[in-house]
Structures are given as C-alpha cells and as structure tokens.
C-alpha cells in the first residue's frame, strides 16, 4: 500500500541576508564553483549570493538582469547557470576580458587540450633559448615583448620573467582560433601574481619582503588549462543570452543597446575605500598588452569609480561641488568633517557619491517598472569618521524616485573595525 505521508524536502533553505559567513559574501566563495575560480578577484563577490538574491526575488524566466559593475562576472555567470538572459558592463580592459571569456560558451574541450599542449611545447623551447641570456641582454633583446610597466624585475625576477615571456611568446605565435587563445591568455593572465613578488594583502597587492628567484610558471599554467578544461565540461553547454559590455556605467546611454529595458540589477559598486582596480590589474593589462602605458592606466583610474590612484589623486585638489542637492543631503555634512582632517579625502567622497548619483541617473531610463535592484556595498572610515555608504546609498535611491525596501547588513569586515557589507534592496516605482 501506498504510504499517506507527503514526501518531504531534505533541507528546507531560506535566503538569509544577515549573519552571512565570508564564503556566502565574498571572493572566497568563488574557488568553490567551476569557471568562477579561474580568476582572484579580492573584491569580487560570492556566486551564491547572487543566487540567492536571485532565489529570493523569483524572477520570471524571461526577465533580463543588469550588473553595471562587472568585475569577474559573478552575477553574467550565475545568471547563465540559472538560465537568465544578461548584459554586464564593466570599464577595465583586463576585468572585462575576464568576464567576457568567462561567459564564452565553448562547445569543444578537446580543441582546448591540443592547442594547450601546442603552446606549451613552444614555450619550453622558448625558454631553452632565453634561459642562457644574461639579464641585461635579455632585457635589451627581447623588450618589446617584457610588460611595459614600472621597475618590471621588481615584480618578477629575471628567470620567471624569461618563462613567462617564453608564454606570451608562444601564445602569440600560435595559431589557434580566438576562442581558444582567450582562454590560454587568462589562464596566464590568473597565474601573473602567484609567481611574482607581490601578493594579495588586505586587499591590494604589496611586494613580498624576500622577493622569489624563481616559481613554477610552467606547472601552473599547465594546472590552470587542466582546471579550465575540466570546468567547461561541468558547466551547462546551453546558455542564455549574454551580453559583456566594456564601457562606463556613469554613461550607461552611450554603452548599452538603445532599446535595452531590465526587469532587475544586481550589482556590487566599487566601496569608497580608494580601491583602485586599475593599479591591482595593471601587471596583467600590461602583460597581455590591454593597455600601452602608464599613461593609459592613469586614464582608466581618472574615469572609475573609486579610485584615487596617480593622476586620479591630483583631480581631488580645488573644489568640488555636490552634483545635487539629493547628494548633498545625503551626506548629511560627512565630507565637511572629513575635510578638517584632509582636503582631498573631502573632496574624494563627494565626488564617489557624484558618480553614484550620476550613475544612477544613467540607470533609470533603463529600468522597467517594478524592477529590483540588489547593491552590495561597504561603508568605510576616514579619520574614524563612519561614512555609511549603504544608507546614503539608500537616500540617494529614495531622492532619484525609487523605492528602497531593505538594507541587509551582511556581515562585519573584522570584529571591532566597524566595517560592514550590507545590500541595499531597492525597486523602481
Ligand atoms: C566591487 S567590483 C565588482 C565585482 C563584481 N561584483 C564581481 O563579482 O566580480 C566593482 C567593479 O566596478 C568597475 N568600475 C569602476 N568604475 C566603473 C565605471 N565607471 N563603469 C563601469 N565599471 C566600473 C571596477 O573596475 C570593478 O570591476
């Protein structure tokens, strides 16, 4: 006889947005998930917190997402695996690189595992040549193929830089179909730091006290494809529509098709905290030749977000007016007591918050009815002076005509810092 009692789930699971350990929030939880570990972003988000936004939303099959903040691709790749039509936009040449790489379906590992044993028998014989040059006469003869960025040997010694040239230059002289050499290029773009004398240090990149004579380029490479071939076998083969933009989300009008309406964003600014993902991506722009020079990336960091890197630190002198009343309300004076600590940090958060506010009104036209939107963001401190970017966040919202319906606090930074990551929840009306 059949049994009466109902057959019921496992587990039972909730979207929580509080309380939420660091893998559910942030970078650590991407190593767990196949495709999105194949490049460190420190402040990129977790996926299973974008699927979880997206769980608690219930968004019908048809609906369209925008993340104008890129990064990696978080939200592009859980919105693929969740069967989501998507369009990202992201400004940084490397970081879109990623993302859009990332997003490529590829129906065909095998092409993958030929061309990788191709150009890693290119560049063993490569190195064969380098490795017997003395430095300086590796330097001067092969110059045009070192990474153009300052003080080069500081980053990484001679001999992993002649393995790593040996790389770009069999990467370069393959022939193989873009498809494929993308994703060669990011699997040595991802080890470009591991094998360097910086490391990841809360969260921006500082030279290491003893810096390495030498570190297993080629092994590493080698695992990376392995890994990459590996997780394109694991990740649905069909995926939806997705489109990686490379542009700035201040001017989302002059990025995205004309006719573009989105029925959700979900999204992770940069924190005002003069993070600048300019300076952390610039050994990998240079070396896979995304940007010339120094010059370049200065540019780059002048139109983020965020950061206050080389000549974005000098347009923070002279005065700074609020780009509305809506933002200056907001901030309810903060700036001003910043400012008697230091000028340029005033000016550094009126102008973060200019270009949210004229982000955000880029946004709007885009939005449909209804949509819903997710922004994850961290307040920060200068001069222990608490600058709640969630709720100002929160206010410009509400003065820019959206309904803002939660703030989730997350999950504190470190215990007694004060520091937060929190999500603003908010709708068009
Ligand atoms: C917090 S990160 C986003 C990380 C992303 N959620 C992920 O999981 O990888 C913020 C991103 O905004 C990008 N960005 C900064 N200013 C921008 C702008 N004006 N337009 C578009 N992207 C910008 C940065 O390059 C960075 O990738």
């Known amino acids: 006889m059949m049994s009466q009692l109902k057959q019921l789930p496992l587990f039972v699971t909730k979207a929580s947005f509080r309380e939420r350990n660091v893998k559910s929030v942030t970078f650590k939880g991407n190593f767990d998930y196949p495709i999105h570990r194949w490049f460190r972003l420190t ?11 997206l769980a608690h939303w219930k968004l019908p099959h048809d609906a369209e997402v925008l993340e104008p903040f890129c990064g990696v691709g978080t939200t592009p790749l859980v919105c693929q695996e969740r069967g989501l039509s998507n369009c990202a936009v992201e400004l940084n040449p490397l970081l879109y690189f990623v993302a859009k790489v990332k997003t490529t379906p590829f129906r065909n590992p095998t092409d993958l595992a030929v061309a990788a044993e191709e150009v890693m028998a290119q560049a063993q014989i490569h190195f064969s040549t380098l490795k017997s040059l003395d430095t300086d006469t590796f330097l001067i003869e092969y110059h045009d193929w070192i990474p153009r960025i300052r003080n080069v040997t ?6 992993v830089l002649k393995k790593l ?13 873009v498809d494929i050499a993308n994703l060669l290029n990011l699997a040595a773009a991802s080890i470009l730091i591991e094998v360097s004398n910086a490391r990841h240090n809360h969260p921006s990149l500082s030279f290491t006290k003893v810096p390495k004579n030498d570190a297993p380029v080629f092994e590493r490479f080698q695992e990376q494809l392995e890994m990459t071939m590996h997780d394109l076998h694991s990740f649905p083969q069909e995926r939806p529509k997705t489109l990686i933009l490379q542009g700035n989300s201040k001017q989302l009008e002059q990025v995205l098709p004309a006719n573009s309406v989105f029925d959700a964003v979900i999204t992770s600014p940069p924190y005002p905290n003069r993070y600048s993902y300019a300076r952390e991506t610039r050994p990998h722009m240079f070396f896979l030749e995304l940007v010339q020079d120094g010059r370049e990336v200065g540019e780059l960091e002048t139109e983020a977000i965020g950061g206050t890197w080389g000549k974005a630190t000098s347009v923070l002198s002279g005065h700074f007016d609020y780009r509305s009343p809506a933002v200056e309300e907001a901030l309810h004076g903060i700036p001003e007591r910043i400012g008697q600590h230091s000028h340029l940090m005033q000016n550094y958060v009126i ?9 955000i009104e880029s946004l709007k036209p885009f939005l449909r009815r209804r949509a819903q939107l997710a922004y994850v ?30 703030i989730e606090r997350m999950r504190r930074r470190n215990s007694k810092s004060g520091l937060y990551e929190a999500i603003v929840f908010a709708e068009v009306q």
Do not use: C
């Open 165 to 177: 040239i040996a790389v770009r230059m069999a990467l370069t002289d393959a022939s193989i179909p």
């Open 351 to 359: 102008k973060y918050f200019n270009d949210i506010q004229q982000h």
């Open 43 to 53: 402040p990129s988000f977790s996926p299973e917190l974008v699927a979880d936004i």
């Open 154 to 159: 500081k980053w990484w010694s001679p001999l």
């Open 377 to 406: 963001i961290g307040n920060s401190k200068f001069y222990k002076i608490v600058l709640p970017s969630d709720e100002i966040l929160a206010d410009i919202f509400e003065a820019n005509g959206f309904r803002v319906i939660s």
